[in-house]
């Protein structure tokens, strides 16, 4: 069985490499982005697996996934995040990726969860699918409106104010008046910042 690990911190990579080939039966490969991490895919044999970090370098959200899915070799793409909501994991399996993995997991469920994979299956685990959304309650999401967290939400994800308006069927006047409150409440003097304080506060 090939596996690909994909994550930009390199003791957790290390980490997951160590556990999987201590299995005897899995070969492993690593990179730090997603560039490397799609270099390998067309360069090398095919892998059972791709294990991509969700906020790594390159991955623009879920748009990494998705590219990493679409290239030649049939190879099944799962996502790895420690921070990741409810709602990414869904929209990740929904794209299709052959499973969403917390790197909270314990290393024997991390094991099991990257054979069943590999094999053919989906996977998530059932307690974080179906635990009670805490985004409500989060100190940085209390301060904003429903609507200014969805558009940090889109600013998290890397579109454009066109995009944003498009998604949540509003003009884009009104998104850059969204994103002028919630610059404000948030602390934030641009898009980029915005972006890094919700991604750094575990938000998104």
Do not use: W
């Amino acid at each position: 069985m090939r596996v690909l690990i994909a994550d930009d911190h390199d003791l957790l990579r290390d980490t997951l490499v160590l556990f999987l080939e201590a299995q005897g039966d899995i070969e492993t490969r690593t990179a730090a982005d997603l560039a490397g991490a799609c270099k390998l895919i067309k360069d090398e044999d095919r892998f059972d697996l791709v294990l991509l970090d969700l906020n790594m370098p390159g991955m623009n959200g879920l748009d990494g996934l998705k590219h990493a899915l679409a290239l030649d070799g049939g190879q099944r793409v799962a996502l790895l995040s420690g921070e990741a909501t409810r709602d990414i994991a869904e929209q990740a399996l929904d794209a299709g990726a052959a499973g969403f993995v917390p790197k909270t997991l314990p290393a024997k469920s991390m094991i099991n969860a990257v054979k069943f994979m590999a094999m053919g299956e989906q996977y998530a685990p059932i307690d974080f699918m179906t635990a009670v959304d805490e985004t409500a309650k989060h100190p940085l999401a209390e301060k904003l409106s429903p609507r200014e967290l969805q558009v940090l939400k889109g600013l998290t994800e890397g579109k454009s104010n066109k995009e944003i308006a498009r998604d949540l069927d509003i003009t884009e006047p009104t998104v850059k008046l969204h994103m002028k409150t919630l610059y404000r409440k948030v602390g934030a003097a641009n898009r980029t910042q915005a972006a890094l304080i919700a991604r750094e506060a575990g938000l998104y």
